[in-house]
């Protein structure tokens, strides 16, 4: 079979990180009740469902561990690798750490796709990680039902330069570096309603690193910082509240969109995971209508990062957006947490 009739997508019933286990799912299989070993050097582990763990090395520098893998969210294999990497590599910057290496993780199923297939994945992985400057040093891989990718990422970290998702302030500006859209466009893509020029836009944005983490890490009024992915804005933003005890107002009208989005809003393409993130937190979110929720809790798979800055350093943080062509318009505000709603969304 030629490489390039292969649809990947086809061969996996999720896609990306719509491919992720519900908030509500996840609590119940992290639930425990064990007391845990306590280990002062863990900065960060599950407690506040962060993008990443932390380890102390000494007083000054950490480490930062993560993984992440999914299924093929689109059919070109060598853009499947490259997207499933940047995915991964984000949770790194998402703490404002630098990644210095990676490791694969492969489940391929050998029975029905060549091996040659599963190296174009590979060859696109090592290009993101020479982009991040980091090398893929290794990995391991399975036979399995459906093809899986992704990677176990290590970064480094100044300890006074962390950041978690918990620790934003009431008045803090919100933005988010990119547009959300993903799971609409990739569920169009599936059903063949997608336009090539909107598939473009969907894969420059998920090929893109987040590598601003490292920068923004440097701006002491950048108090809470974490990626959007499968949890769509919404769920990771409810994260975000819920870690740091405040609550949020966000405009819809200035959250960033694919461009072309609307085509498929009006299509209805809405990926599957939308409904499954609102049955998780919707209880948390205040009313609004079938396409407010469709966007702000559709799954982004690669998705920007999400940043909670002081008022006095966000034209700092605008600053440094607008000169990599990312969006910077503020989306919302953090609030004191007394509202019926931890998030409410308006116009």
Not at 298 to 308: A, V
């Amino acid at each position: 079979m030629p490489i390039e009739t292969i649809k990947l997508t086809q061969y996996s019933h999720g896609s990306g990180c719509g491919c992720k286990i519900s908030p509500e799912t996840l609590t119940k299989i992290l639930a425990t009740n064990e007391v845990p070993v306590p280990d002062p050097r863990l900065l960060v582990g599950n407690d506040t469902r962060d993008d990443a763990a932390v380890y102390a090395l000494d007083d000054e520098r950490v480490i930062i561990s993560t993984t992440d893998f999914f299924m093929p969210i689109v059919d070109d294999p060598f853009d499947f690798g490259a997207i499933a990497s940047v995915n991964a590599i984000s949770d790194i910057y998402a703490m404002g750490g630098t990644p210095i290496m990676a490791i694969a993780i492969l489940g391929w199923p050998l029975d029905k796709i060549p091996a040659e297939v599963a190296a174009e994945v590979l060859r696109g992985a090592r290009s993101v990680c020479g982009q991040a400057g980091i090398s893929l040093a290794g990995g391991h891989s399975i036979d399995a039902p459906e093809p899986i990718f992704g990677l176990a990422v290590t970064g480094t970290a100044q300890k006074k330069e962390l950041k978690t998702n918990d620790a934003a302030q009431a008045g803090d500006h919100l933005y988010l570096t990119k547009p959300l859209g993903v799971g609409i466009m990739t569920t169009a893509q599936k059903r063949g309603l997608l336009l090539e020029e909107d598939l473009k836009e969907a894969r420059k944005w998920m090929t893109t690193l987040n590598s601003l983490g490292r920068d923004l890490a440097q701006l002491e009024g950048v108090h809470a910082l974490t990626d959007v992915t499968g949890f769509g804005l919404l769920g990771h933003l409810l994260e975000l509240c819920q870690g740091s005890k405040v609550s949020a107002t966000i405009s819809y009208g200035r959250v960033p969109r694919m461009t072309g989005l609307e085509r498929y809003i009006k299509l209805k393409t809405f990926a599957g995971g939308v409904q499954r993130n609102f049955d998780s937190y919707g209880q948390h979110i205040s009313p609004m209508s079938e396409e407010y929720r469709a966007v702000l809790c559709d799954p982004q798979t690669s998705g920007g990062l999400l940043i909670s800055v002081s008022p006095e350093q966000a034209p700092a943080v605008e600053k440094m957006l607008k000169e990599r062509n990312w969006p910077h318009r503020s989306i919302g505000r953090i609030e004191n947490g007394d509202s019926s709603h931890i998030i409410r969304v308006t116009d």
